[in-house]
């Protein structure tokens, strides 16, 4: 069956960075577009990031646009994000979801991990 | 950017109907998905397309999208149904967006 575990999350300083990662199992990794999202304590949920099968494209929010970087290795079946210069705003749940077909519904989420940017 | 509307909460008894609505322009043009968040867990799909449901989701779910608004149907809550619940659509100038979040309050 399909699965996503998302790691990496913790307490950080504002200006520190972080790298989160998402292992995939249960199905072809590298058919797949994947996507991070996000959400705030008591908020709803806000789109990331989004990257193609083969990594080649790449999308962010404006929100993190320069600071965030999405990436992926189909070897590993891993996707990853990179996060500088977070803000106390980055303080969030960050989901990994697998994207069904490019632009697409998010089919799959993993349990998702809690980055804390504070003081 | 684009923008989804949805009603803060929805409160309705055992059995009966509930309607989540969302609202955006002209977002019967776009396909929209639902998703289901029960307290504590990670959203599930629960609608996609506009009115298909994946395998496991009970028939007790539909959904519509005709003009400015699209709409989840619940029928026949139960208990288990109780959740927050979100409209997801993509558009070429916003990427993905979410609605706001409905609550559905289980009498």
């Known amino acids: 069956q399909v699965q996503l575990v998302e790691s990496g999350g913790g307490l950080v300083k504002p200006g520190g960075s972080l790298r989160l990662s998402c292992a995939a199992s249960?199905?072809?990794?590298?058919?797949?577009?994947m996507s991070w999202i996000r959400q705030a304590p008591g908020k709803g949920l806000e789109w990331v990031s989004y990257i193609s099968s083969s990594g080649g494209t790449v999308y962010y929010a404006d929100s993190v646009k320069g600071r965030f970087t999405i990436s992926r290795d189909n070897g590993k079946k891993s996707l990853d994000l990179e996060m500088n210069s977070l803000r106390a705003e980055d303080t969030a749940v960050y989901y990994c979801?697998?994207?069904?077909?490019?632009?697409?519904?998010?089919?799959?989420w993993g349990q998702g991990t809690l980055v804390t940017v504070s003081s | 950017s684009y923008v989804l509307t949805q009603s803060p909460s929805v409160s309705v008894a055992p059995g009966q109907t509930a309607r989540i609505t969302c609202g955006g322009n002209?977002?019967?043009?776009?396909?929209v998905h639902w998703y289901q968040q029960r307290p504590g867990q990670a959203p599930v799909l629960v609608v996609y397309?506009?009115?298909d449901r994946p395998s496991g989701i009970p028939e007790r779910f539909s959904g519509s999208n005709s003009g400015n608004t699209a709409t989840l149907t619940i029928s026949r809550v139960e208990a288990g149904d109780e959740a927050d619940y979100y409209c997801q659509v993509w558009d070429s100038s916003s990427d993905y967006v979410f609605g706001t979040g409905t609550k559905v309050t289980v009498l």
């Open positions: 249960g199905f072809t990794f590298s058919d797949y577009y």
């Open positions: 397309d506009d009115s």
């Open positions: 002209n977002i019967g043009s776009k396909s």
């Open positions: 979801a697998r994207v069904k077909y490019s632009y697409g519904y998010l089919d799959y």
